[in-house]
């Protein structure tokens, strides 16, 4: 009895020393690891293209409008895509072999058209995934264009970029970037306007020619203004939520838009802005809801008097905020229209 009892307390002795070796092993592996990621933005100044971008766990990985990579929490990212402010890249399967006895089976992502929203005079980016195009695995390919890609606005054709690249080594996936005109038959691009892009696939597996199609509609400004939580009631709060990737700076910390720059315009000639501090804000700024997500956000209650004018219930009202920071290098208004609930 004493030899088994000396025997069951090494065993244990033994897990114990097992387990805790273990726990230092992964302890030593994963955190260091972690710790070490750089931010995006470094990591995409080092060369590393947007879609392999690292993140820090407990953050995903988004390409904003203006194609710089951003990690962001993982509730954030749906809000983001929502809002047309950003994509989740999609990732990219690699022809794998399956090792079975007859025959090997390769298995291929599927060919698609992935875009980043636009803005007219300025850059449409995509993304071309055919794996078919990736014959050098150990290099970044460059592939011409020509009898390949066909641009269109609004039905007319516009010439584009010659070349396209791959975003890594064996990726199969191609980035393209094409400049839009100012003019289209002489007129200026506006609003709303549709850029068609068309990728001729001659290599399809059934041996016939496929055309992918992608549609990109223009805009003038990335920034949305809009409302939730309450709605317009008089007296009751309400979130005002602005969509702005021009005002997040800094990719580490909360930014923030003073109220200053939001105007309220309503009946009888009210116009003032949100400092106004009839409108009882939780702050004197839109706070941004994380950081790197490009979202702010305010609650405010819309008051029984303003400017010495009374609010009444059915009259409508304005939230203007003027976008300094476009592409296009314009002033662009951005409205939020209502009525007093």
């Keep these: 009895m004493i030899k088994k ?8 002795f033994v897990n114990k020393i097992l387990f805790g070796i273990t726990i230092f092993l992964i302890l030593s592996i994963t955190i260091p690891v972690n710790a070490d990621i750089e931010s995006p933005k470094k990591q995409w100044k080092q060369g590393i293209s947007a879609e392999e971008i690292i993140c820090k766990s407990g953050r995903d990985l988004v390409i904003r409008t203006n194609g710089m990579p951003a990690c962001v929490k993982p509730t954030s990212v749906d809000k983001m895509e929502k809002a047309g402010i950003a994509i989740r890249p999609k990732t990219v399967s690699i022809p794998i072999e399956i090792p079975i006895e007859i025959p090997t089976q390769i298995i291929k992502s599927e060919k698609e058209i992935q875009t980043v929203s636009a803005t007219n005079n300025s850059i449409v980016n995509f993304y071309i995934t055919d794996p078919d195009l990736n014959i050098a695995h150990s290099g970044v390919e460059v592939i011409s264009t020509k009898g390949l890609l066909e641009f269109t606005i609004n039905g007319v054709p516009i010439s584009g970029p010659e070349t396209m ?22 007129k200026p691009i506006t609003q709303d306007d549709i850029v068609l892009i068309k ?4 290599s399809d597996a059934s041996g016939d020619q496929r055309i992918l199609v ?4 223009l805009t003038t400004t990335f920034a949305k203004v809009e409302s939730s939580g309450g709605g317009s009631r008089i007296g009751h709060e309400f979130t005002l939520r602005l969509y702005e990737p021009d005002a997040n700076r800094d990719s580490k910390d909360e930014d923030r838009i003073p109220l200053s720059m939001l105007e309220y315009r309503g009946e009888g000639g009210i116009r003032t802005t949100l ?23 305010v609650i405010i209650k819309i008051p029984r008097q303003l400017d010495g004018k009374t609010v009444h219930i059915g009259d409508w009202y304005e939230i203007r905020y003027i976008d300094r920071t476009t592409p296009s290098s314009t002033d662009e208004k951005i409205i939020l229209k209502g009525r007093i609930g």
Excluded at 214 to 217: E, G, L, R
Excluded at 288 to 294: A, D, I, Q, R, Y
């Design 5 to 12: 009892s000396k025997l069951y307390v090494n065993k244990l």
């Design 165 to 186: 690249i791959e975003t890594g080594p064996d990726t199969g996936q191609f980035y393209v970037r094409l400049q839009l005109p100012e003019l289209i038959n002489g």
């Design 199 to 202: 990728y001729i696939d001659e």
């Design 214 to 217: 992608k549609s990109v509609p």
């Design 275 to 297: 400092t106004n501090p009839k409108f009882d804000a939780n702050s004197s700024s839109l706070i941004e809801t994380g950081p790197n997500t490009g979202i702010f956000e």
